[in-house]
């Protein structure tokens, strides 16, 4: 029997009114989810962009309270609304200044969006396909990969899932829903302005489809109002304080990311081999998925495989492309991918799905075990792999063992819930190995282990000015502001020269080869990755000038390495 969400067990589940099964096993999925979220192979440090530049934003919106303008290095930042800034900050208040409070909000954005896009699913899928839509999520790398970063997609989408599971129910009757699909609206351009729209324009057909539940409704135009008014009352009190600054910027950053590729490497056919790649398998039977709904109940299941396919579309025409673009994506990827699941498990009817997908995932787990032999053999084309060839061995081991059960099939009672098992567990596997690396999410260490008052002491009350160059380190110094105690502001090369600064500063690797440091009377006090911490001679907190320099501090690499 084909896919058919019409079936007798799914309409059975659509008449019941008790949801609180399928919402236990929606939470109970999540919670399983949330070590891949959690473990980690060091202490984690915090990327330079983007994460320390919204942390550092933080740190200074709770010292400041500018909470209309947050500020980095004490300059207004209004390329990207606040929404980000103010979760973190309030991460912060709750939980310190530190790595893990910093991403609390994507993590917990992440984990959230698992059973909102199952609660979506069972509208129109079979109970079983929903479910294992929500497995298949978090065992997407880039899904889990951006889950645990400070960044604005995954709460992006966190939301729109929000308003599309509240547009859902609203279409179905229950019109009061159409007030959190408003509010879910505003709050998606107070987190990432026009990228919302992407996704209101990839649910016109759906919209279409339903004109009549939603055209002549008061509730859902006025909830419109309200995200519009959300927004709204924002940039209102930030012009009345900081001018027509706040909208011009914000306007101008979306038309030059519009205007130009930004990133050279990622043109073309970028997120053709992307998606695939950085989720696999799950990415690969999406298209499957979708496929099938298109060829067995393309109307019923509408949502489902337009919203994706157009808003792929969408970012595809986008000049700009990037990796996290593609994050609200996965969801509905993980959810067509539960499609194929769900009927590749019905192999003693259709055995026909379940076998093509068994040897195509066989092959795969026979190149796997080879790049694990060649790794434990310390060949050197692989040497990037290591230590990783236990692990590949036994995903491959689990891929290959996906034919021979299928084989069984009329054989084994549990034929479908081995198969299953071996696919998941080869998936938990991968995503494991990942995240236990001592470097995943650990971007920074040195700058993160630095011994503060061993290289300036006082330095909580001491104000070090950032040194940059430009755009050629720029990233690297937010993150050198973020794990500085108390950063001062922006010093570039004209400032470097004149001597607009402070008492101590920061100097960028590009800086020292670009501007003659020695005649500068600065006093070298530690170097970390090439980062030179100085001192100007003559401050207060400077020894007597008869007094020999004293020995700047360089970290080890044992103190600056991975624990």
């Known amino acids: 029997m ?56 933080a740190r200074e919106l709770l010292r400041e309270g500018h909470w209309l303008g947050p500020t980095f290095l004490g300059e207004p930042f209004f390329e990207k609304p606040p929404l980000l800034t103010w979760s973190v900050a309030l991460s912060f208040a709750l939980h310190g200044v530190n790595e893990w409070a910093a991403r609390l909000p994507g993590i917990l954005s992440a984990l959230l969006s698992i059973p909102l896009i199952g609660w979506i699913g069972r509208f129109f899928l079979p109970v079983r396909a929903a479910v294992l839509g929500m497995v298949a999520l978090p065992l997407c790398y880039l899904w889990v990969q951006q889950g645990r970063l400070v960044g604005q997609d995954v709460p992006l989408t966190c939301l729109e899932l929000v308003g599309i599971l509240a547009l859902v129910n609203g279409l179905r009757g229950h019109k009061a829903w159409f007030w959190l699909t408003g509010l879910a609206f505003g709050l998606g351009l107070l987190m990432k302005s026009a990228m919302i729209l992407l996704s209101g324009a990839a649910l016109i057909p759906y919209l279409v489809q339903q004109r009549r539940h939603w055209l002549g409704a008061a509730q859902f135009w006025l909830a419109s109002l309200l995200g519009v008014g959300v927004f709204g009352l924002w940039l209102g009190l930030a012009w009345q304080v900081y001018g027509s600054e706040a909208l011009t910027t914000l306007v101008g950053k979306v038309r030059d990311l519009g205007a130009e590729p930004f990133h050279a490497d990622a043109t073309g056919l970028y997120y053709f081999w992307h998606i695939p790649a950085h989720g696999f398998p799950w990415t690969v039977l999406a298209l499957v998925g979708g496929a099938l709904l298109v060829r067995q109940k393309p109307g019923s299941t509408l949502l489902i495989w337009s919203f994706p396919l157009l808003l792929l579309l969408l970012l595809q025409i986008y000049p700009t492309k990037t990796p996290y673009y593609t994050v609200q994506l996965y969801p509905w990827l993980a959810l067509l991918a539960g499609v194929t699941l769900d009927q590749a498990l019905q192999m003693r009817e259709q055995p026909r799905l379940a076998g093509i ?40 081991l689990l891929y290959t063992l996906l034919p021979v059960i299928w084989s069984w099939r009329r054989v084994l009672h549990y034929a479908s819930g081995l198969w299953m098992g071996a696919l998941l567990s080869a998936g938990i596997l991968t995503l494991g190995t990942i995240v236990l690396r001592p470097d995943f999410g650990n971007f920074n260490p040195a700058l993160a282990q630095m011994d503060w008052e061993q290289m300036l002491p006082g330095s909580q009350e001491t ?21 500085t105690p108390n950063p001062g502001v922006w010093v570039d090369d004209q400032a470097l020269v004149q001597g607009e600064y402070g008492s101590h500063l920061w100097v ?28 100007r001679l003559g401050s207060t907190l400077l020894d007597s000038p008869e007094d020999p320099p004293t020995q700047p501090v360089v970290p080890s690499e044992q103190s600056i390495g991975d624990p």
């Open 2 to 57: 084909g896919y058919s969400p019409g079936s007798s067990d799914f309409m059975q589940f659509r008449r019941d009114p008790h949801l609180l099964p399928f919402l236990g096993l929606s939470l109970l999925i999540m919670g399983l989810a949330t070590p891949l979220f959690l473990l980690s192979g060091a202490e984690p440090s915090l990327d330079g962009c983007d994460e320390s530049f919204y942390a550092q934003m």
């Open 508 to 535: 960028s690797p590009v800086q020292a080869e670009q501007v003659e440091l020695t005649s500068l009377g600065l006093q070298l006090l530690a170097e970390v990755e090439g980062w030179q911490l100085m001192r």
């Open 357 to 396: 997908l068994s040897w195509g995932l066989a092959a795969v787990g026979l190149l796997l075990l080879g790049l694990g032999m060649a790794v434990i053999l310390e060949v050197a084309e692989v040497a990037l792999l290591q230590p990783h060839g236990w692990p590949l061995l036994g995903i491959g």
């Open 463 to 483: 104000v070090v000015d950032i040194g940059r160059s430009g755009l050629p380190d720029v990233c690297q110094a937010q993150a050198v502001a973020f794990y």
